[in-house]
């Protein structure tokens, strides 16, 4: 098992977090509130508690006769080979790339949603539809 240690740097989505465990340097930028930015969690708050987990009553009921149809097993078989096909050729990608050292797998990841959405959608790949549209 590896340990991070008392500083690691990791992202969330695009933005960079650093995580500090050091007692002495939480002082330091404590007493230094002006100079360091604090996060917002309220926008990451809005993008993920707005749907329908949050909302109730007759809210939920309308919503969830929207969503109700796209989430049958028939429907979902197509989303679920999408996904595994779309993540199988993603981990092959990563697997090459790190042969040569760090890979960044940010910019894959958001390839991953169009790349399934593609594929569950139309049956072909998101780089498939990309050359279509720059036609």
């Known amino acids: 098992m590896v340990i991070a240690g008392k500083l690691c740097f990791t992202w969330f989505g695009p933005t960079p977090v650093l995580n500090i465990m050091d007692s002495d340097m939480l002082k330091e930028i404590f007493s230094r509130i002006n100079e360091f930015e604090k996060p917002h969690p309220k926008a990451t708050e809005d993008l ?32 679920v080979r999408a996904t595994c096909s779309s993540c199988e050729e993603m981990i092959r990608g990563w697997q090459q790339q790190s042969l040569a050292g760090e890979v960044d797998v940010w910019p894959d990841l958001k390839h991953l949603t169009g790349d399934v959405l593609c594929r569950a ?3 072909v790949t998101y780089d ?8």
């Open 48 to 79: 993920l508690v707005s749907g329908l987990i949050m909302v109730e009553g007759e809210k939920w009921v309308k919503h969830r006769k929207i969503i109700n149809p796209a989430f049958h097993y028939e429907k979902l078989k197509f989303v």
């Open 121 to 123: 959608a139309f049956g």
């Open 128 to 135: 498939q539809v990309k050359s279509i549209l720059l036609l």
